[in-house]
Nanobody
Framework: EVQLVESGGGLVQAGGSLRLSCAAS????????IGWFRQAPGKEREGLSC????????SYADSVKGRFTMSRDNAKNTVYLQMNSLTPEDTAVYYC?????????????????WGQGTQVTVSS
């Protein structure tokens, strides 16, 4: 059974930092791309970043580029999202996800497996 478990969320002041973790199990972790997403109340889910399987190549949405850094530790079956210079607009539930197929990597448009999410709240 594929499982993704996010952790590391919490309350932080504007300008602060958090590091989210996504622990994976139930699949061959190093063969799959992993994405980070967030959803704020009343807003659509937003894709933030993706890391490829083989070379750990990352891509970011413009809204977080330069502030967020994604990485993976294949030995620990874990991906991370380092979030710096946080603003109240970053307040949301943050999710990691992975596609069922390895074929497209971060070019995939479909993520099939999702974690339960972790709340990030940034106070002004």
């Amino acid at each position: 059974e594929v499982q993704l478990v996010e952790s590391g969320g919490g309350l932080v002041q504007a300008g602060g930092s958090l590091r989210l973790s996504c622990a994976a199990s139930g699949f061959t972790f190093d063969e799959y791309a992993i994405g980070w997403f967030r959803q704020a109340p009343g807003k659509e889910r937003e894709g933030l970043s993706c890391i490829s399987s083989s070379f750990g190549i990352t891509s970011y949405a413009d809204s977080v580029k330069g502030r967020f850094t994604m990485s993976r530790d294949n030995a620990k079956n874990t991906v991370y999202l380092q979030m710096n210079s946080l603003t109240p607009e970053d307040t949301a539930v943050y999710y990691c996800a992975t596609p069922r197929s390895t074929r497209l990597g971060c070019r995939t448009l479909t993520y099939d497996y999702w974690g339960q999410g972790t709340q990030v709240t940034v106070s002004s």
